[in-house]
């Protein structure tokens, strides 16, 4: 079965960090694309931050840019957001999902259930 779990989230100040991990088994998790979305109430799903299979191509968000890092440990069939200087507007549910084609949505796609992160004073 195909599993992806994310965890790493929680309740942060303004400027603090978090690193969100995701956890995948059950499939190839080295040929596939690894991205992070975020969903806040209200608003629509969108990329937070992609990766390629090997690594060496990131995608971001402008939004996040200079701020969060994305990276996977192939050996370890995980996958890791680093948030710095978290801001109020990060506050999501961040989900991580793996497909084919970075900064797509498709229906094939895997995707976990999510874990929140609440950015607040």
């Known amino acids: 079965q195909v599993q992806l779990v994310e965890s790493g989230g929680g309740l942060v100040q303004p400027g603090g960090s978090l690193r969100l991990s995701c956890a995948a088994s059950?499939?190839?998790?080295?040929?596939?694309?690894m991205s992070w979305y975020r969903q806040a109430p209200g608003k629509e799903r969108e990329l937070v931050a992609g990766?390629?299979?090997?690594?060496?191509?990131?995608k971001y968000a402008d939004s996040v840019k200079g701020r969060f890092t994305i990276s996977r440990d192939n050996a370890k069939n995980t996958v890791y957001l680093q948030m710095n200087s978290l801001k109020a507007e990060d506050t999501a549910v961040y989900y991580c999902?793996?497909?084919?084609?970075?900064?797509?949505?498709?229906?094939?796609?895997?995707w976990g259930q999510g874990t929140q992160v609440t950015v607040s004073s």
């Open positions: 990766i390629i299979s090997t690594g060496t191509y990131r």
């Open positions: 059950g499939f190839t998790f080295s040929t596939y694309v």
């Open positions: 999902k793996a497909g084919r084609i970075i900064g797509e949505v498709r229906p094939t796609d895997y």
